[in-house]
T-cell receptor
Framework: GNSVTQMEGPVTLSEEAFLTINCTYT??????LFWYVQYPGEGLQLLLK?????DKGSNKGFEATYRKETTSFHLEKGSVQVSDSAVYFC????????????FGKGTKLTVNP | GAGVSQSPSNKVTEKGKDVELRCDPI?????LYWYRQSLGQGLEFLIY????????KSGLPSDRFSAERTGGSVSTLTIQRTQQEDSAVYLC??????????FGSGTRLTVV
């Protein structure tokens, strides 16, 4: 079945550091890929998405490129801020005819001033 | 409403009791999803409703779990004879055309 593997956390960075959170997937067909973010005490929010190979999703300075050849969708940001501290989830759309999502286990990011 | 509303936000129940969790999706959203978020386990799909179609129940972990969606709007997730392993945050989400979910803030269930 479909699955998503993302790097284990927690990740701790200093402000203005470069961020990469790795995500790889296993899926049949051509899934859509997503990054969701969960800020402390809040619900999950869609951060960015890509629906086909080589698409780049971007939002709030974060980027991720859909790489079919490496089945990856790594999340990057050039300069993190304290306000980016959150849990980040990689996900893909199921190919079973519904739009249910398969999530990774989440990566907790803490950014220190 | 402006967002997906879930109630209660917190629920503590005794082992063996039944609980009902409620989700009010965004008005007009045809799809509604329930997920469970357990510590260290990420998000686990439970059930999916789309319009008038039969729900996709493939993620329900046991027959103690059931869900309804009345009138294509409000949904209730029921857990019968709760067990300690049911303790988790239960998240509801809705969407209009399948992409770009809006999640609620969740119900934190603790079974003691």
């Amino acid at each position: 079945g479909n699955s998503v593997t993302q790097m284990e956390g927690p990740v701790t960075l200093s402000e203005e550091a470069f961020l990469t959170i790795n995500c790889t997937y296993t899926a049949t067909g051509y899934p859509s890929l997503f990054w969701y973010v969960q800020y402390p005490g809040e619900g999950l929010q869609l951060l960015l998405k890509a629906t086909k190979a080589d698409d780049k999703g971007s939002n709030k300075g974060f980027e991720a490129t859909y790489r079919k050849e490496t089945t990856s969708f790594h999340l990057e940001k050039g300069s993190v801020q304290v306000s980016d501290s959150a849990v980040y989830f990689c996900a893909l759309s199921d190919q079973g005819g519904s739009e249910k999502l398969v999530f990774g286990k989440g990566t907790k990011l803490t950014v220190n001033p | 409403g402006a967002g997906v509303s879930q109630s209660p936000s917190n629920k503590v129940t005794e082992k063996g009791k039944d609980v009902e969790l409620r989700c009010d999706p965004i008005s007009g959203h045809t799809a509604l999803y329930w997920y469970r978020q357990s510590l260290g386990q990420g998000l686990e799909f439970l059930i999916y409703f789309q319009g008038n179609s039969a729900p996709d129940k493939s993620g329900l972990p046991s027959d103690r779990f059931s869900a309804e969606r009345t009138g294509g709007s409000v949904s209730t997730l029921t857990i019968q004879r709760t067990q300690q392993e049911d303790s988790a945050v239960y998240l509801c989400a809705s969407s209009l055309e399948g992409f770009g979910y809006t999640f609620g803030s969740g119900t934190r269930l603790t079974v003691v």
